[in-house]
């Protein structure tokens, strides 16, 4: 079995498109895939009541009661290994990690970062498309290297810059993007794996 393990922060909403794909489509049978936990940094992630919505293992990992990154990123990696999971997906994880925490999974751990990569790593990434000026912005998926944002690119969705947009307004937008080309990104790794 390719358990896949999910790791959110916040509103976990590409966690639960990634969830409702894998049953739509049916990865257990076409793939022998199944997300197996959900597990988030902070305790009060709505994404983790979403999770128990849909009937899925999830636990918190408080990073706060860490003294170190090094001591949580040790901790995170037993928890996420207790699944030996074929593939470890960033969904709104809003942690740097170590780099031996990016090596223990080097080829199969993947991001979403909300820009059109390799522009705007980081954070505030609408707000400085705007402005930028840009008339495109969108999202990225791309496979975790320690760098932070940089890794090999696995797909991206473009959406327009409209007049008038905020941080808020085009966050939506490219969001909606991202709980297509997430789930579709992930399939496509699990038709190669
Ligand atoms: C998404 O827009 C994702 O691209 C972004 O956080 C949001 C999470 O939303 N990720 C990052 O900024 C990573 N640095 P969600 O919790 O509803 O999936």
Redesign the pocket.
């Known amino acids: 079995k390719k358990n896949i393990v999910i790791l959110?922060?916040?509103?976990?909403?590409?966690?639960a498109c990634i969830v409702q794909a894998a049953r739509r489509e049916q990865w257990h049978k076409r793939f022998d895939a199944q997300i197996a936990c959900v597990i988030s940094n902070r305790p009060n992630a709505e994404?983790l009541s979403l999770a128990d919505k849909l009937g899925l293992a999830n636990q918190v990992l408080d990073h706060q009661l860490f003294a170190s990154r090094q001591a949580f990123d040790a901790e995170l990696m037993q928890l996420i290994d207790r699944w030996q999971p074929a593939l470890v997906v960033?969904?709104?994880?809003?942690r740097i990690l170590t780099p031996d925490f990016v090596e223990h999974y080097a080829g199969r751990m993947l991001?979403?970062?909300?820009s059109l990569l390799p522009a705007f790593t980081g954070?505030h990434?609408h707000q400085r498309a705007i402005d930028a000026g840009c008339k495109v912005a969108g999202?990225t998926v791309h496979q975790v290297v320690a760098e932070l944002?940089h890794g090999p690119i696995l797909a991206q969705a473009v959406v327009p810059v409209v007049a008038g947009d905020t941080a808020q307004s085009l966050?939506a937008r490219?969001?909606s993007q991202?709980h297509l080309l997430y789930p579709k990104a992930i399939r496509e790794w699990l038709e190669r794996a």
């Open positions: 959110i922060s916040g509103s976990g909403s590409n966690m994404g960033l969904a709104g994880f809003m991001n979403i970062h909300p954070l990434t999202a944002d966050a490219v969001l991202e």
